[in-house]
């Protein structure tokens, strides 16, 4: 929309008082002693009483284009300007400038200011600047724009008074829409197994925007509307559409579901074929992070949860937003085939870009009263007096409670939520002090129980710096989980997307929770724990399985004699993987079946005082419905 300015609303800012002041003296200096007196002795000029005024017209709506508005510099009494006058309007979020101008001004749109270096006489104004401003489909219910004017005064005032004025601008929302997933969420999905079609549909028609969650990445992926599974663990897909002139943008929508192991038994290791850089800096050149693994299949480059505010990568490259250390976790979930690889990391220092001048953050958005789990989510805002852009981050103490996506805040647990706002400066502006946003998540009304199990076996040798573990869990009600490190054990394991990496000496204790929604109570907290050893001087081992899966497995058919051995020969644990508990067991390393599905058998050695802990590894089959028997010697009969 154009606007006209025949209804306007403005807040104006009287004359700067150190300028009336000198001003105020001036005059009285002439009224005593004589205009020519005053002349001859060398006083100063009568200086000029300068205002400025900001206004809008009409009624601005989420996604407008073409709004406007308009600055009017003035002189009341006083005496002519002195010198150039400069106007510079600072938008806030939500707003966009599209082009600024006026008659006898010189303007430039990217810095947003206009100057004029005329006389503006006493009692008279300048001709009005138009900004042209477009209204982003987020804009908040209240925004207030700023215009600044600086000069006229020569340099007879120290320091030169600044005038403002400011413009608070209702946006008025535009309809609503809401997401929903058309296709239900696979129940079976297994790593490197068959890919899921995702379908899911806006109220107002437009296209839905599906991406990975961040917490899923080294678990699934997406291209178009095919999800594939890269990893066991959590798979969640994130559904967005951010709206267009006629609707307001739409609450994200999540579907989550469990990615199984594809039960690969053939080791794998992960090397970075490239070399971290030796002089990092914030905003400074891009590193490209590349990776291979020993099967060839492809490997995961995530930044590490410990370095979201240092680091940032997408599609390999690496863009540095803070100084501190930037850790870039590497990650292959294994297929039929091979087993899932154990993490590697590379870690290198970022460096300040050299800043110096001091900047703030602010949040722009206002934290939600009635954030509930599982519900609306939170379009959280920030900016900075730099202009530069703010990186926003869970802390770790709520990690438990809400997730965030770019600014998407989803509430997944009851608790305290805050958000942290880091700006890590560039080459002009220092890196600003952090501020925090917190607010309270209430429980989610549902009431139907849920309890947490463990799908994954805790390793029976973990050593410090050595392989790693992948935690997996799931809810009866098939909630995601929330996994993390219990915070006894803050100095023996750390935990990344379920990847759990061993630090230090002690018991590592795993969390997981599940905050419930609308129809399920939050399940109560089930933890994991298990001993982590020194590594000191133990030789490596591995497992292998030297029996053949059964082909034909069924229900209550013949049993299967799996077989094991390690390279170490001290003798293998051959246990039911939790996800099979109901597909099969094993009594005396003697396999029968119970149910149709999928049945894991996990292998594993703890080591002794010569050997590390083995990394685990499975054999899996399928074992499919009771089937006739056809006894020999010619008998036929059903069982």
């Not at 000198?22 to 007196?37: D, E, H, K, R, T």
Request: charged share 10%.
């Amino acid at each position: 929309m154009k606007a006209h300015f025949s209804h306007a609303h403005s807040h104006r800012r009287a004359l700067n008082p150190r300028a009336a002041i000198a001003a105020l003296a001036l005059l009285l200096s002439i009224a005593a002693a004589g205009v020519g007196a005053v002349a001859e002795a060398g006083v100063l000029p009568v200086l000029p009483m300068l205002s400025i005024d900001k206004t809008h017209a009409g009624t601005f709506m989420q996604g407008d284009t073409g709004d406007a508005f308009q600055i009017v510099v003035s002189s009341a009494d006083g005496g002519p300007t002195l010198s150039p006058v400069t106007v510079t309007d600072t938008l806030p979020n939500g707003l966009s400038a599209t082009a600024i101008s006026g008659p006898g001004w010189t303007c430039t749109l990217a810095t947003l200011s206009c100057t004029r270096d005329d006389v503006l006489q006493p009692g008279t104004s300048f001709p009005p600047i138009d900004v042209i401003v477009d209204v982003s489909h987020d804009a908040l219910a209240l925004v207030t724009n700023i215009a600044s004017l600086a000069g006229g005064y020569a340099n007879y005032v120290d320091p030169p008074p600044v005038e403002v004025a400011s413009d608070p601008t209702p946006i008025a929302p535009l309809p609503s829409q809401s997401i929903t997933f058309m296709s239900a969420a696979p129940a079976d999905a297994t790593v490197a197994g068959d890919a899921y079609v995702v379908v899911a549909t806006a109220t107002s028609g437009l296209p839905v925007e599906l991406n990975i969650d961040p917490t899923s990445q080294t678990v699934c992926s997406i291209d178009g509307d095919t999800v594939t599974f890269i990893g066991a663990g959590a798979c969640t897909i994130d559904a967005n559409q951010s709206g267009n002139a006629a609707y307001a943008r739409a609450p994200q929508v999540q579907q989550s579901f469990y990615v199984a192991s594809a039960g690969g038994t053939a080791p794998q290791t992960i090397m970075f074929t490239s070399t971290a850089p030796l002089d990092a800096t914030v905003t400074g050149a891009t590193y490209v992070a590349t990776a291979t693994a020993t099967s060839g299949l492809p490997v995961v480059l995530t930044v590490d949860g410990s370095s979201a505010t240092v680091c940032a990568i997408s599609a390999g490259t690496v863009t540095f937003i803070g100084a501190g250390t930037c850790t870039i976790d590497a990650n292959q979930g294994g297929d039929a085939t091979y087993a899932v690889a154990s993490q590697v990391q590379q870690s290198f220092p970022v460096a300040g870009a050299g800043g110096v001048l001091t900047q703030t953050i602010t949040f722009d958005s206002t934290a939600p009263l009635d954030a509930i789990v599982a519900g609306p989510v939170y379009r959280v805002v920030a900016s900075t007096t730099s202009r530069l852009p703010v990186a926003l981050t869970i802390e770790a103490a709520s990690a438990t409670v809400c997730t965030i996506n770019e600014s998407t805040v989803t509430f997944i647990g009851a608790g305290a939520c805050t958000i942290d706002a880091n700006q890590g400066g560039d080459a002009t502006y220092a890196a600003a002090s952090q501020v925090q946003q917190s607010f309270t998540v209430a429980s989610a009304i549902g009431v139907a129980p849920q309890t947490i199990d463990f799908t994954s076996t805790a390793p029976f040798h973990a050593t410090v710096a050595g392989p790693t573990y992948l935690a997996t869990a799931r809810a009866t009600s098939g909630l995601p989980v929330v996994l993390t490190i219990d915070d006894v054990s803050a100095a023996v394991c750390a935990i990344n997307a379920g990847t759990v990496t061993f630090v230090g000496i002690g018991t590592c204790v795993i969390d997981a929770n599940q905050g419930g929604n609308e129809m399920c109570a939050p399940a109560p907290q089930a933890q994991q724990s298990f001993e982590v050893a020194d590594v000191g001087d133990l030789i490596p081992q591995t497992i292998s399985f030297t029996s053949i899966a059964p082909l034909d497995a069924a229900v209550s058919g013949s049993p299967y004699a799996p077989t094991a051995v390690a390279t170490s020969g001290l003798p293998v644990l051959l246990t039911i993987d939790a996800v099979s508990a109901a597909v099969c067991a094993i009594d005396a390393d003697t396999v029968t079946f119970i149910g149709e599905g999928v049945c894991t058998i996990d292998a594993n050695q703890s080591g002794d005082a010569d050997y590390a802990s083995a990394p685990q590894v499975q054999q899996s089959f399928d074992v499919g419905p009771p089937t006739d028997r056809i006894f020999q010697d010619g008998f036929d009969e059903l069982p």
